[in-house]
């Protein structure tokens, strides 16, 4: 089973994390730049959460097999405090670099205006980089919320099939897809969606532009739900193929118009082996043939 | 014939230097990514990627010009890349110290230029990186011929702790030195009384014109201050 998780926050998780998921057949990754559970105070601290995101954490990834790349954005619930909100004005230039997949996450917390105008400003970045939007969906009020989310996609002209609408249950999944977007579930160990339910919504929706991520952070939350999903849908009949659709070629579909996905296997990468960053045996070479 | 991407935008760099912020970023999706020896150097820290070749090359045609005859070494050109490399991923950092690295090689950097002062402080700021391949290009050819001797040190022994092979460090027996060889020794003991391995490039810094002897079992006297 190969498994790209198109949202993980991989920043709050630990090497352990690593071993497991390629363990597991993950192979790439995306991590959304998001909220880290204490708010930032100003604009440089979400400018070293984004280089972090595009400079350690995917040099940390690769360390253990996996591909990593990122989406950019000041997130909702950030939008609303105006000593983060001059961020905008950094984020175009983080949307050229190397490994940026997509704007996000975008979208709504609280529904305040702040949000909106950021939501907004951020969605016609997103054409002007040609990105896809990667979109959060409330925790409150979801119902509302995701409506509003694709009424705000709508209006900013932005071909919906370009746009990811996140952490979606049954009572948001249909509206998103009769938009023509492509729609997410987060798969969590208690809260949001469980495997069972999403194998229930699949059988109900089909596999067509359906996207399952773990979304993992620092919270209770799982970086191996996409995997047992897939388990879950061969155990209910579901082919190989299906679940390589779901986990894999979707998420891959979605951010490859990005033009930026970078996908073959890490070079020099060996499992189970000690992450080294050049191998000795290239210097002794080196070094006997000069000897 | 100028027909390929790089050199496009070697060409865009030399007419309006304003675009190398987007070519440098755009480098590896254009102009091809990866290392030059997959299997001896998976990460390109000794012998470099495509990726860094083309960024190097955008620095050039910034300092050099695109006939390579020029060679504007100051203020403007170093704040030029000193946001290049504030603003810039892992890659792009890598991309501006191998190019200052190509301008060594391409008749030098003058030494108390303002590009010059600037890149030794970027220099610094990639010998405390904790990403090799960062560490490494703190010490190639630019780093050899203008890093401070303390610094340059420090990142030799810096990257033998992260197993990098010292072929990454420009001209290494040029620099070597008594403390140098103190550090390596100290390190060597160190790992011993763990009962951990020595890297096989500690004998580099030992015994450069004979690495086939083994490191000291034991610290050898200080021989610097």
């Known amino acids: ?291 | 014939m100028t027909d390929t991407w790089i050199d496009r935008a070697r060409a865009d760099v030399a007419r309006d230097p304003r675009t190398l912020t987007r070519l440098f970023a755009l480098a590896p999706r254009r102009a091809g990514r990866g290392p030059h020896d997959p299997q001896g150097d998976p990460h390109g820290v000794v012998r470099g990627t495509a990726e860094d070749d083309a960024r190097a090359a955008l620095v050039v045609a910034l300092v050099r010009g695109v006939d390579g005859t020029g060679s504007d070494t100051g203020d403007a050109t170093a704040a030029r890349l000193r946001e290049l490399y504030d603003r810039g991923d892992t890659g792009e950092r890598r991309g501006v110290l191998r190019g200052l690295d190509a301008l060594e090689a391409a008749g030098g950097v003058p030494g108390g230029s303002p590009l010059a002062r600037t890149g030794v402080e970027l220099a610094h700021d990639a010998h405390r990186a904790n990403d090799p391949s960062l560490v490494a290009a703190a010490v190639g050819r630019f780093g050899g011929r203008h890093l401070d001797q303390h610094t340059w040190r420090h990142t030799v022994l810096k990257l033998v702790f992260l197993g990098v092979p010292l072929d990454a460090v420009a001209g290494l027996t040029d620099r070597l030195d008594d403390e140098t060889v103190r550090m390596a020794s100290d390190f060597a003991a160190e790992r011993r009384a763990a009962g951990r391995p020595v890297p096989d490039d500690v004998d580099r810094i030992l015994h450069p014109l004979d690495p086939g002897r083994p490191a000291p079992t034991a610290p050898t006297p200080s021989t610097a201050e």
């Open chain 1, 1 to 291: 089973m190969r498994i790209f998780d198109p949202h993980i926050h991989m920043t709050s998780r630990t090497t352990d994390d690593y071993e497991r998921m390629y363990a597991a057949g993950v192979r790439a990754v995306v991590e959304p730049a998001f909220w880290l559970g204490q708010p930032r105070t100003s604009v440089a601290s979400f400018c070293d959460y984004f280089d972090s995101l595009v400079g350690w954490e995917r040099f940390r990834a690769e360390q253990f097999g996996i591909r990593h790349h990122a989406t950019i954005a000041l997130n909702p619930k950030e939008a609303n405090d105006p000593r983060c909100r001059d961020v905008l004005d950094e984020v175009p230039r983080y949307l050229l670099k190397d490994g940026v997949v997509a704007v996000g996450e975008v979208g709504y917390d609280s529904m305040t205006p702040a949000e909106d105008e950021a939501f907004a400003a951020q969605l016609q970045m997103a054409r002007e980089a040609e990105l896809p939007v990667l979109v959060h969906t409330p925790h409150r009020d979801k119902l509302n919320g995701t409506r509003r989310t694709l009424d705000v996609v709508r209006e900013s002209g932005i071909d919906p099939s370009r746009v990811l609408v996140d952490h979606l249950n049954e009572t948001t999944v249909a509206m998103v897809r009769d938009a023509g977007a492509w729609a997410g579930f987060s798969i969590y160990p208690d809260t949001k969606m469980d495997p069972h339910r999403m194998v229930a919504l699949l059988h109900e929706y089909g596999t067509e532009r359906m996207i399952v991520n773990s979304a993992a952070d620092w919270g209770r939350s799982d970086p191996l739900r996409t995997a047992r999903t897939g388990e879950e849908m061969l155990a209910a009949g579901f082919t190989d193929h299906d679940v390589d659709r779901v986990l894999w070629r979707n998420p891959v579909a979605f951010y490859g118009t990005s033009g930026n996905l970078v996908l073959d296997p890490v070079p020099g990468f060996v499992p189970g082996e000690v992450p080294a960053p050049a191998e000795f045996e290239g210097s002794s070479v080196l070094r006997g043939a000069r000897v």
